[in-house]
Structures are given as structure tokens and as C-alpha cells.
T-cell receptor
Framework: NAGVTQTPKFRVLKTGQSMTLLCAQD?????MYWYRQDPGMGLRLIHY???????AKGEVPDGYNVSRLKKQNFLLGLESAAPSQTSVYFC??????????FGPGTRLTVT | AQTVTQSQPEMSVQEAETVTLSCTYD???????LFWYKQPPSRQMILVIR??????QNATENRFSVNFQKAAKSFSLKISDSQLGDAAMYFC??????????????FGTGTRLAVRP
């Protein structure tokens, strides 16, 4: 039982490049989330999904897209990376109403 | 919309002593969950404790306990017999039971706890 995994763990991009972060969970959770964490700002919700095939915007969705084609996977895409997207990205999953389980995080640097 | 406030950006405690981290929240809902998460230098977010609003009894997990004051909308975390491994960032979080507030967590900005040997 791996819980929540994220790929990759580190990535460096140049401005304008694109990439996809992959989140996978093996707990059969309905809900999945993508957060970014910046110094002094806690965790901010980017996008989330309450079920396969559904997604919704969070607090800071601009510049990101997501897809939930399979229940166990939640993809976060950056179409044209900007330095402001330098951050640590966390994926999480949960059952309705209960605590979220987090992945180990991805450190992304955009130069 | 719900908000969660952690007014102590940093705290320090002597090893083996007790420390209390503060959290207040604002909500119009009567049923909800509150959580404390720990984030050590490894970055992994770890659930410390959970409190259901309908329970009057304060939650306890080993050395960690909460003081839940529903009327005051206060949810503080007490760490007893502090250990060096308790040094971390601690986040308070809120989750409702229905609608959009039930779909996601609202986090505070965190309190960084240092433990002095």
C-alpha cells in the first residue's frame, strides 16, 4: 500500500516550457487535490476533483490545468511555465468529509 | 467562506516541556471537522489529530491533545513532553460536512515549532 505518490520529486523548467505532474493513489479515494506551498503562505488549493471525470477550481487555478481520467490518478499540467510557478506542489486524496492523505511533494523551479 | 487563523508564526519550547499552538476559525456551519497536520523538514504532511465538532470530548493522541472550544471557535494543540522530533511546521485545517466546504480543507498559514535541547 503506497498511499499517495507523486512523480517527479524535483524538476527544473525554463520559462515557457510545459510539464505534467502525476499523482497516484491506491486507497480508492473519491477526492483528489493539488496544492502549492510557498513560504509564509501555507497550502493553497489549485484544483480538485470529487470523482473520476470531474474537476473544479480551487483558490489559485490560473496557469494550471488538471485531468482525472482514472479514479486513482490526478494530473496537473503547466502549459507555459512562469517563474511565479516556482513552488512545492502537493497532491492529496481523501474520502468525503475526512482527513486528506498527502503525497511527498514535488519541488518545481522555473528559471 | 470559512477561514482559519494561526496567529503564532513561530514558537519555541524546551525539550520535555509543554507547548500550546493556537488556532481560531470562522464558520457559520454547525457540523464540521478540525485537523492538525505536522510538516517536518522532510516536507511530508502528517495528520496529528482530528476533532469532530459534534463531540464535546477533546481528542487525544499520545502526547498530543486539543482544546476545542466550539462557541469560541478555537482549536488549540497541546504537545506534552516535547521531543526534538516534534520540531516542524504545524497547520490547522477545517473541513465542513456538506457542500463545497465539505469537498476541501481550509488551512491556516502554519506555526513553526522549534524544540530546544
Amino acid at each position: 500500500n503506497a498511499g499517495v505518490t507523486q512523480t517527479p520529486k524535483f524538476r527544473v523548467l525554463k520559462t515557457g516550457q510545459s510539464m505534467t505532474l502525476l499523482c497516484a493513489q491506491d486507497m480508492n479515494h473519491e477526492y483528489m487535490y493539488w496544492y502549492r506551498q510557498d513560504p509564509g503562505m501555507g497550502l493553497r488549493l489549485i484544483h480538485y476533483s470529487v470523482g473520476e471525470g470531474t474537476t473544479a477550481k480551487g483558490e489559485v487555478p490560473d496557469g494550471y490545468n488538471v485531468s482525472r481520467l482514472k479514479k486513482q490518478n490526478f494530473l496537473l499540467g503547466l502549459e507555459s511555465a512562469a517563474p511565479s510557478q516556482t513552488s512545492v506542489y502537493f497532491c492529496a486524496s481523501s474520502t468525503p468529509f475526512y482527513e486528506q492523505y498527502f503525497g511527498p511533494g514535488t519541488r518545481l523551479t522555473v528559471t | 467562506a470559512q477561514t482559519v487563523t494561526q496567529s503564532q508564526p513561530e514558537m519555541s519550547v524546551q525539550e520535555a516541556e509543554t507547548v500550546t499552538l493556537s488556532c481560531t476559525y470562522d464558520t457559520s456551519e454547525s457540523d464540521y471537522y478540525l485537523f492538525w497536520y505536522k510538516q517536518p523538514p522532510s516536507r511530508q504532511m502528517i495528520l496529528v489529530i482530528r476533532q469532530e465538532a459534534y463531540k464535546q470530548q477533546n481528542a487525544t493522541e499520545n502526547r498530543f491533545s486539543v482544546n476545542f472550544q466550539k462557541a469560541a471557535k478555537s482549536f488549540s494543540l497541546k504537545i506534552s513532553d516535547s521531543q526534538l522530533g516534534d520540531a516542524a511546521m504545524y497547520f490547522c485545517a477545517y473541513r465542513g460536512l456538506r457542500g463545497s466546504s465539505g469537498d476541501k480543507l481550509t488551512f491556516g498559514t502554519g506555526t513553526r515549532l522549534a524544540v530546544r535541547p
